[in-house]
């Protein structure tokens, strides 16, 4: 096996312990360019798995990285390794891939074109583009959330922060024919993005650049936002805080998600200090997706 080669380090863990481990893990390996999963591996078990990939050659820091971390919080997990077929297991998972139902919006890949009904408002994502299908749980609840605070206040522009393959500002687009600002700080995942706007007819309605949180001139001149859209993390959400503050304006709504249930008080207090103020809670996979609103101007 060479460095190069492909593999996922994964420990098993009841949900209390996968839940401090993530928390703990996550800014460590964010730093590192390393992005942790974690689901339940058979519903209603309370039992989670707990994933990073890497190459082999990062294995033994890697193993070192997640050993010293749950001794800290007296958890003892196994490390497991998976030595990953040397393809495109990207493409292969999300090949996959049923589509997601979310209200009317049904989130497919190209073979799946044929299961979008006449009702539907169908948002198609090739697979291999691994920057969120719509499989997750907080993409899902980001939909369901917009769909919510859409149908009672329409807005005037809308500001996708971490927008990924852009699923949210395509659903924007087309069900709502809003223009939107979608952001992402990777330059591939832009990338993605716009080819996704252009595939979904809505390349006229979503402007996709590349930010690194606020600091694009563009979400300036566009601002300030009635909407505003952020399927990230909570550690840079809450770092953010005072930035989308500053973007959304009185009265405006705000949708925030990639929020573990256990981070949830910690968020909303963040942005209650910055005069934002919780509306609503929707709890999906050990996930929430929030909504919160600006006080109006006096």
């Not at 600091?215 to 952020?230: F, N, S, T």
């Not at 005069?275 to 709890?283: A, E, V």
């Amino acid at each position: 096996m060479n460095d190069a080669q492909q593999i996922r380090l994964f420990a098993t863990l009841p949900r209390d312990d996968s839940d401090a481990l993530f928390v703990a893990l996550d800014p460590v390996l964010e730093e590192a360019g390393h992005a942790l999963s974690v689901f339940e591996t058979h519903e209603d078990s309370g039992i989670f798995e707990l994933s990073v990939y890497a190459a082999a050659g990062e294995r033994e820091n890697l193993t070192d990285i997640l050993q010293k971390t749950a001794q800290s919080l007296a958890i003892n997990p196994t490390i497991q390794v998976e030595i990953l077929p040397d393809e495109d297991w990207v493409t292969k998972s999300l090949e996959g891939l049923q589509p997601v139902r979310v209200g009317r919006f049904i989130v497919h890949g190209s073979h799946d074109r044929d299961r979008v009904r006449l009702s539907d408002i169908g948002i198609e994502i090739e697979a291999g583009q691994a920057f969120g299908t719509g499989h997750h749980g907080t993409t899902a609840g980001c939909l369901d959330m917009m769909s919510r605070v859409i149908r009672r206040r329409r807005p005037r522009q809308m500001l996708d922060v971490g927008t990924g393959s852009a699923v949210l500002a395509i659903a924007a687009g087309k069900a709502w024919k809003l223009s939107v600002l979608a952001t992402d700080i990777d330059p591939i995942a832009v990338d993605v993005a716009r080819r996704n706007a252009a595939l979904n007819d809505v390349a006229q309605l979503v402007d996709c650049r590349v930010a690194a949180g606020f600091a694009h001139a563009r979400i300036r001149e566009k601002g300030p936002y009635d909407l505003i859209v952020a399927n990230i993390l909570a550690r840079p959400l809450m770092k953010m805080a005072p930035h989308f503050a500053v973007h959304l304006a009185p009265g405006g709504d705000m949708i925030l998600s990639g929020i573990l249930a256990t981070q949830r008080h910690k968020v909303l207090a963040a942005f209650r200090q910055q005069g934002l103020y919780h509306q609503r809670t929707l709890w999906r996979e050990g996930w929430v997706t929030l909504h919160l609103r600006a006080k109006t101007g006096s």
